[in-house]
């Protein structure tokens, strides 16, 4: 069940990750005008921010899931 939490972690920094920097790649930084773009600038930044808070705080959930006793 631990392996499976870790790579549950690992996957989903990497998929909002990669799915952030896509986005940020696909977008015209170039013409700030319209509105759609800086919304979808702020989008993938999410995501890429996403990535560094879901991934790492799964990753904590999945050690401590052995470490507490079970209740009797």
Known sequence: ???LARGGAVLSFLFCLLGGLWI???VN???FTHGDDALTI???FYFVG????VGPMLL???EALGS???DE
């Open 29 to 31: 930084m170039r013409n």
């Open 24 to 26: 940020l790649c696909h």
């Open 1 to 3: 069940m631990k392996a």
């Open 60 to 62: 904590i959930a999945a």
């Open 50 to 53: 996403k990535a560094f808070f």
């Open 68 to 70: 507490r006793p079970e």
């Open 42 to 44: 702020a989008i993938g």
